[in-house]
């Protein structure tokens, strides 16, 4: 397991020799904790130019083992800075400088001005580059071992809300739901939730990232969740759309057909090569036909992983096409201001075709049920 | 209410033109809530060359009108960017552009290298300087609403410890602990927990930032807990340790008592002209004196407000003097790896010895209870 990390250096070390510039600091701690097994807060990761044994994590405390933020690499040199709480980007760069490194690339979408700057004080010497988004990019393809993550991550989901669907929810507010899901998610062996859980019912229904008030569930409301679990880091995610009480009304009924029928496309765009805007425009163009194209969200979905929202984004703008093995949401929905709507989002892996197409993680049914 | 807002950005603007810049970006979300009243996700508050008329908050979508985002001075301008998702820091470098400002500060310590570099290529005339802590440093002094805030904040988990207290312990995991600790929080009328609640059982009790695991509480272990509401955007903090069963061995009353001690000499440091690293002395030295000086925490305690960690740092460099109406955290402790420890840590707010000295808001005893 360990030789995992070993060799996400390397080829994140290759793409850096060929963009001129050996040495890399990486401080977003998901990219951290992709490269390095661990994420120790604070803790930055210095790629050597020599090699793997030049590879060192320079953590601002001695890190506590708490197994929430990974399990480190034991082949990592890993250093605790000599002064208490000091910055350990600061020691990382003036290692690079003292080995000999006369450039290094960093996180520029990350670091402040503030500590770059302070990094061009202590290692003068030193030019700094941009790494851009090259660990993110390399995290984007999934190998099985985070793939089966993943799926435990779905499974738990799928548990925790499964659960709550047999429980009586008139009554009930959309915070204590909310924090019940958050419960059963931990219960189910979850790290801890993925993300603030969404629950939205009535006029709130089908609001993205909508945050859990005091409403109370009534009969004839729309009911909008959205909620995952992080397990061993990976983060998955799944969102709903249920009606309480026993006939949905027909404009219900017609909205969530409409959506339904929009994800369903989305879903079903998921393949090897196909564009990141044209997975987004299979969704979106039906809801916009429908007359909804007004309040859309900027995407209808995003990469999954060691973060909840990662590359790649499904929106109309994006560049780039898919690969097999990486792991998406789809996750249109439409919001009727007053009256409430419908949102329902999956998490999937892409697969060849021959493969069986997009493997569903989020099996809970997307029949409309009535609670 | 509303007015409020206005001073604070006025005080800031004085603040700003005296530095040579009569506009200003803010973009850390606490510092925005501060002078906005409110702080949808992703807003960055543009204050104007001016006057207030000038000033303007911009947003990367329609802001949700989430309570738990704050509420909006109304007087203030808003502007939700053309383009969905665009930076809303590049339409206030523009802004500020055309309206002739020849000088921007900018939060440093915030801003990415990637966004600063943004803003410098749209609006190329524009000199960009720091800000540095300016909004920070203001934030320091409460007015007596915000005291009020925490004031509710401190009862809220006040309350929610001392149900927690009356359980049965014995047998439940950590973890549950700190679930069933966050449901109470917001049963009291808490936004949300202020961070997230460490609860440290056996071994493990006494460690700073305990992440909650699944160990169950067992007869004769020390139980550290340390929380804190989040009412209204302020944020407090509460720590206690009790020992589980009916008699305390020795060693943990010892502990206990000098920890207790050492906390006490820290609360009753903290007065108008104070060092911050005389308060922190006043604690440490005792714990050092002692022999635990080796494992201590980098700092004694810390302000609270709209964030649970701010300005002041009461801690040994710490250069700076405390004022009446800073609210700050006095949270010494000694951890003993395989054995456990004690963590005692209250919220005050310091004030005149005239007006009583510090003015403790979080009042649940500090006795060492058995339970």
């Not at 360990?2 to 890399?24: I, Q």
């Not at 977003?28 to 994420?39: K, Q």
């Not at 959205?226 to 799944?238: H, K, P, Q, S, V």
């Amino acid at each position: 397991m360990s030789e995992v990390f070993a060799v996400r250096r390397s080829r994140l070390r290759d793409r850096c020799v060929a963009a001129g510039s050996a040495a890399a600091l990486i401080s977003r701690p998901a990219n951290v904790r992709y490269l390095a097994g661990g994420a120790p807060p604070g803790a930055v990761l210095l790629l050597g130019p020599v090699g793997d044994s030049a590879d060192e994590l320079l953590c601002p405390t001695s890190p506590n083992g708490d197994p929430v933020d990974g399990r480190l690499d034991e082949q990592l040199r890993l250093t605790v800075v000599p002064v208490h709480g000091d910055d350990p980007a600061v020691a990382a760069a003036e290692s690079a400088s003292g080995s000999g490194a006369d450039a290094l690339a960093v996180e520029e979408n990350h670091l402040t001005v503030a500590r770059h700057r302070t990094l061009r004080t202590v290692a003068p010497g030193l030019r700094l580059t941009d790494l851009g988004g090259a660990v993110e990019q390399q995290r984007m393809v999934k190998d099985e071992d985070e793939i089966a993550c993943l799926r435990i991550a779905a499974e738990i989901t799928d548990q925790a809300l499964g659960e709550l669907l047999e429980s009586i929810l008139v009554g009930r507010t959309e915070r204590h739901l909310a924090l019940e899901l958050e419960r059963r998610l931990v219960d189910h062996g979850a790290d801890g939730p993925a993300f603030p859980t969404s629950v939205a019912t009535g006029p709130n229904a089908g609001r993205r990232r909508h945050r859990p008030s005091d409403r109370r569930v009534e009969e004839g409301d729309f009911l909008s969740v959205c909620l995952g679990a992080n397990y061993r880091g990976y983060r998955c995610e799944i969102g709903r759309t249920f009606v309480i009480g026993t006939t949905p009304a027909d404009w219900q009924i017609d909205l969530y057909d409409l959506v339904f029928t929009a994800q369903r496309a989305g879903r079903e765009a998921l393949l090897p090569g196909a564009g990141y805007r044209d997975v987004d425009r299979a969704a979106r163009h039906l809801l916009d036909s429908a007359g909804y194209g007004e309040g859309l969200a900027p995407l209808t979905g995003h990469g999954v992983g060691l973060e909840i929202d990662e590359d790649p984004q499904l929106a109309p703008a994006a560049m780039g096409k898919l690969d097999a093995c990486v792991p998406v949401t789809v996750e249109p929905g439409v919001h009727l201001p007053g009256r409430g709507g419908v949102r329902i989002d999956d998490t999937l892996v892409v697969r060849q075709e021959a493969d069986g197409g997009p493997e569903l993680l989020t099996i809970t049914t997307k029949e409309l049920l009535a609670l």
